[in-house]
Every structure is written in C-alpha cells, then in structure tokens.
C-alpha cells in the first residue's frame, strides 16, 4: 500500500510518497503534475525511507550536497525511466540542457527522443529533487520549465550556486 507524508521546506510544502520501502514520489504541493503517481496513498507517520528523506531535505536546504543513500524508485514508461536515471547523474551545482540530455539518453533508448519527449518526460518527474529535473536548462543557458514553478528553479539553482542573485540565466561553460 503506498504511503504518503507532508514536509515543511524553504520552497514550500511537499508531499512524499512511498511504497513502503521506497520513495516513489516527491511534488510541491501546488506544482504541475501533483501527485501523479500518488494513487490512493494513506497518510502514515513514519517510515524508514521518510525519515531518511527528511534528514537528506534538511541537509539539502542547508546547503550541504547529500547523497542520496536511501531506495528511490520512480515509475514511468521507458523512455521517462531512462531520463530519469540520466537526470540523478547531473551532479549538485551542474546543469545540462535538454540537448545534452537526450544525447545522454539516446544510448540507452536506441534513438534520439526528440525535443518535446524530452521537456514531456523531465516535466514529468514524479520525485523533485531527489531527481534533479531543476538542473535542465534551454540550450542558452535559460531557465526553461520547470513543474514547481520558475521561481523555484531559481532558488534551487542559486541554492546550490549555479545562478547568481542578479540573473536568471545560467551562464555555459564553454568546452
């Protein structure tokens, strides 16, 4: 039976869901696609992965580049798992574009997902941060979608030192 709880972060509140073993969701309360994977889910008190997620969002919000060391496991057809996967290896503080992505992703799928796949499967991230969807940006360098709202992707991305106070543009390093 999946299980939920509530968190109270910096960026507002969330809502984690959970198998019972894993974490299979993560949403902002009032962002795009809430809870789609959240099918009937009880509210519970604690569990294990919980508790973990809850000391990994305090060290998170602090500053601090956690790991993630407790089971997560997202559902969704191949081609969003594959994007999934790619997207937890985009390390704290670093960005990729869309671009970059599915160069990343074709590989595993066989072909190259195309633009609009790509922004439909990281849109469609069901564990925000965890998975960090944040850290895809436009082909520019700008803050392109993001289903907890743009202003949150500029706070994670200033969070975690890759965006300035005074622009909303990613600047790319060039190779």
Known sequence: MMRQKQFVTPLGTITAASDGTALTGLWFTDQQYYGSTLPDATPTGELPVFEQLAAWLTAYFAGRQPTVDFPVRPTGTPLREAVWSVLRTIPYGEVRTYGELATLVTPIIGHNPGARAMGNAVGHNPIS???????????????????????????????????????????????
Not at 129 to 140: A, K
Not at 147 to 164: D, F, P, V, Y
């Open 129 to 175: 941060l965890v998975i960090p969807c944040h850290r895809v940006i436009g082909q520019t360098g700008d803050l392109v979608g993001y289903a907890g709202g743009l202003t949150r992707k500029k706070a994670l991305l200033r969070l975690e030192g890759r965006l300035s106070e005074v622009s909303d543009r990613v600047v790319l390093e060039k190779n």
